[in-house]
Nanobody, 118 residues
Framework: VELVESGGGLVQPGESLTLSCEAR????????MGWYRQGPGKEREKVAT???????EYGYYVEGRFAISRDNAKNTVYLEMNNLKPDDTAVYYC?????????????WGKGTLVIVSS
């Protein structure tokens, strides 16, 4: 199983960025997918998850600014991030789980770095 994230980078506060995660080696359509992040000196935290049926959940700190979506034809999950803030600076990790995505899920990507700074 391989999860490959892309789309990270350096942006200014208020700007937008979209992350992608391509899953290989799983039956993508039956897996819940999600994004976690770990900022400097912080614990890893849930950003957003999406069930196999397309139902999203968000961490309260990103709700209303971020949107998670999936394209089963492309085996890819996306995280659209709007109105980015310096506190959003973190390594963003993609996760997959056959039941529900949690911090204990088995499958993780290597992460993509997002830096929000002026």
């Amino acid at each position: 199983v391989e999860l490959v994230e892309s789309g990270g980078g350096l942006v200014q506060p208020g700007e937008s960025l979209t992350l992608s995660c391509e899953a290989r080696g799983i039956v993508f359509s039956i897996y819940d997918m999600g994004w976690y992040r770990q900022g400097p000196g912080k614990e890893r935290e849930k950003v957003a998850t999406i069930t196999e049926d397309g139902n999203p959940e968000y961490g309260y700190y990103v709700e209303g600014r971020f949107a998670i979506s999936r394209d089963n034809a492309k085996n890819t999950v996306y995280l659209e991030m709007n109105n980015l803030k310096p506190d959003d600076t973190a390594v963003y990790y993609c996760a997959a789980d056959a039941v529900v995505v949690t911090s204990a899920s088995d499958y993780w990507g290597k992460g993509t770095l997002v830096i929000v700074s002026s």
